[in-house]
């Protein structure tokens, strides 16, 4: 990786964090300070990704990695505008809300939970030296490598923090909402959240990032959980972007012995999006799920980047990934399954799935296996192709219009993947935004 291609933008990012550290306020003799530092050196030793690393050869960085973004202080949205992206059925649990990485007291809440459970803003947690901060943040993503990592743990400053203690079911879903609303200048917002789950825990959170409005604007989140022994977490994350949107997350799970993990993420769109989620097998007997859907248009760019490291025997993995693509739009899926030497009767199975509704659009598809085992069952594979015409047909004879035939199978092939979601206020949620999505294609490739 060459820094010297990105020394604008590293110069532009390490100027900002000389004010970032002097708005601190004192917070920078903090031990998490160093964690930052440390971070900001990454980010300058080893820069931002380009198209000759492996990881990124179908998707181009540049529109992340050479732009200078900024933070910016914008208004908040109306009342109206929050309630589409949040949860209609959540009335008791807690929910925060972060309009340009600031917590938004008046659209949240935070109720008294049982004793054993924290959910707090992650700059409370940092100043009153919370454990979990001290044993877990910047540890499961690495800042080391630089890129997208380094850049949002510089700039750690606010966000959620989630510890469930060992033995604690803790069935009420958490809700964290992320907005960006840019300003005039490229807007940078760096959200970051944290989730222990302690030995034989249970949770269950929803995470929603939206930008709202016109302008450039860069949204860079990191996500962190830690599974204990016998822990299980439903993770369900939903990302909508404007067209003028970057989008650039990292998902990193690290998974115990005899764990259980579910990762929903639905797409809704933006002009350039790019998922990274890495989960490691740790421990013997786990089950870790990831569950995918992308649906773009226009001109969108969407990059899925996943990797499940299995790095310990007897464990099982289960990967699908689904895209629906209009117009011009562009996906990519870039799936890998890493099976360790030690990882014997492993598991695993990954597939990727796509649907074409225009001749313009276009998936690049790449499902992986890496296995360095011999008792193992693994599979992988995948399919693009557009709408049946035979099952259209069916459709049709039965005195079903071609439009509503159309919506009837592609609502069928996005709703396997929004039935797998366990809790019903939540699947009805995205159900309900799949619907307005699959709407737009449909709409704009008739």
Same mark, same amino acid.
């Given at each position: 990786?060459?820094v010297?291609?990105?020394?604008?933008s590293?110069?532009?990012?390490?100027?900002?964090?000389q004010?970032?550290?002097?708005?601190?306020?004192?917070?920078?003799?903090?031990?998490?300070?160093?964690?930052?530092? %440390?971070?900001?050196?990454?980010?300058?030793?080893?820069?931002?990704?380009?198209?000759?690393d492996?990881?990124?050869? +179908?998707?181009?960085?540049?529109?992340i990695?050479?732009?200078?973004?900024?933070?910016v202080?914008?208004?908040?949205?109306?009342?109206?505008?929050?309630?589409?992206?949040?949860?209609?059925?959540?009335?008791?649990?807690?929910?925060?809300?972060?309009?340009?990485?600031?917590?938004?007291?008046?659209?949240?809440?935070?109720?008294?939970?049982?004793?054993?459970?924290?959910?707090?803003?992650?700059?409370?947690?940092? %100043?009153n030296?919370?454990?979990?901060?001290?044993?877990?943040?910047?540890?499961?993503?690495?800042?080391e490598?630089?890129? @997208?990592?380094?850049?949002?743990?510089?700039?750690?400053?606010?966000?959620?923090?989630?510890?469930?203690?060992?033995?604690?079911?803790?069935?009420?879903?958490?809700?964290?909402?992320?907005?960006?609303?840019?300003?005039?200048?490229?807007?940078?917002?760096?959200?970051?959240?944290?989730?222990?789950?302690?030995?034989?825990?249970?949770?269950?959170?929803?995470?929603?990032?939206?930008?709202?409005?016109?302008?450039?604007h860069?949204t860079?989140?990191?996500?962190?959980i830690? @599974?204990?022994?016998? %822990?299980?977490?439903?993770?369900?994350?939903?990302?909508?972007?404007t067209?003028?949107?970057?989008?650039?997350?990292l998902?990193?799970?690290?998974?115990?012995?005899?764990? $259980?993990?579910t990762?929903?993420?639905?797409?809704?769109?933006?002009?350039?999006?790019? $998922?990274?989620?890495?989960?490691?097998?740790?421990?013997?007997?786990?089950?870790?799920?990831?569950?995918?859907?992308?649906?773009?248009?226009?001109?969108?760019?969407?990059? $899925?980047?996943?990797?499940?490291?299995?790095?310990?025997?007897?464990?099982?993995? +289960?990967e699908?990934?689904?895209?629906?693509?209009?117009?011009?739009?562009?996906?990519?899926?870039?799936?890998?399954? +890493?099976?360790?030497?030690?990882?014997?009767?492993?598991?695993?199975?990954?597939?990727?799935?796509?649907?074409?509704?225009?001749?313009?659009?276009?998936?690049?598809?790449?499902?992986?296996?890496?296995?360095?085992?011999?008792?193992?069952?693994?599979?992988?594979?995948?399919?693009t192709?557009?709408?049946?015409?035979?099952?259209?047909?069916?459709l049709r004879?039965?005195?079903?219009?071609?439009?509503?035939?159309r919506?009837?199978?592609?609502?069928?092939?996005?709703?396997?993947?929004?039935?797998?979601?366990?809790?019903?206020?939540?699947? %009805? +949620?995205?159900?309900?935004?799949?619907?307005?999505?699959?709407?737009?294609?449909?709409?704009?490739?008739?």
């Open positions: 990786m060459s010297s291609e990105t020394t604008p590293i110069d532009h990012y390490s100027n900002l964090f004010t970032f550290e002097t708005g601190l306020n004192g917070g920078s003799d903090h031990a998490i300070h160093d964690v930052r530092r %440390a971070a900001l050196e990454a980010l300058r030793r080893e820069g931002f990704p380009t198209r000759r492996e990881a990124w050869r +179908h998707t181009n960085p540049a529109p990695s050479s732009g200078l973004f900024g933070p202080d914008a208004p908040r949205p109306d009342d109206g505008t929050l309630s589409t992206w949040t949860v209609a059925g959540l009335t008791e649990g807690a929910r925060l809300v972060f309009i340009n990485g600031k917590f938004d007291e008046s659209a949240s809440r935070l109720p008294d939970t049982p004793h054993g459970v924290r959910i707090r803003r992650l700059s409370q947690a940092i %100043a030296g919370d454990a979990a901060v001290a044993s877990f943040l910047g540890r499961i993503a690495s800042s490598e630089g890129g @997208l990592a380094a850049l949002n743990t510089a700039f750690i400053d606010d966000g959620a923090l989630i510890a469930v203690e060992s033995g604690i079911d803790y069935t009420t879903p958490v809700e964290i909402i992320y907005l960006t609303t840019p300003g005039e200048q490229a807007t940078l917002v760096t959200p970051r959240t944290l989730v222990v789950a302690a030995q034989g825990s249970r949770l269950q959170l929803v995470e929603t990032f939206v930008s709202l409005g016109e302008g450039e860069l860079a989140p990191v996500t962190e830690s @599974l204990g022994d016998e %822990a299980r977490v439903e993770h369900t994350r939903i990302q909508n972007d067209h003028q949107g970057h989008h650039a997350s998902l990193f799970v690290n998974e115990a012995q005899d764990s $259980n993990f990762s929903h993420s639905l797409g809704l769109g933006g002009g350039f999006v790019r $998922n990274d989620v890495t989960t490691v097998l740790a421990g013997e007997r786990i089950e870790s799920t990831l569950n995918g859907l992308f649906l773009s248009r226009g001109e969108e760019h969407v990059d $899925n980047y996943t990797s499940i490291e299995h790095a310990a025997p007897g464990c099982e993995s +289960h699908l990934y689904k895209g629906v693509l209009a117009d011009k739009s562009h996906g990519v899926f870039r799936g890998k399954i +890493h099976v360790h030497q030690i990882a014997q009767q492993t598991d695993a199975y990954q597939s990727n799935q796509n649907l074409l509704l225009g001749d313009d659009a276009e998936i690049m598809s790449k499902p992986q296996l890496e296995i360095y085992a011999d008792d193992v069952k693994c599979s992988h594979g995948s399919t192709g557009e709408l049946d015409e035979q099952a259209i047909f069916y004879a039965r005195g079903i219009g071609e439009a509503a035939a919506r009837v199978l592609t609502r069928a092939f996005a709703d396997e993947l929004v039935e797998r979601i366990s809790h019903d206020a939540i699947r %009805a +949620h995205v159900e309900a935004l799949v619907t307005q999505r699959l709407d737009q294609l449909l709409d704009s490739g008739e």
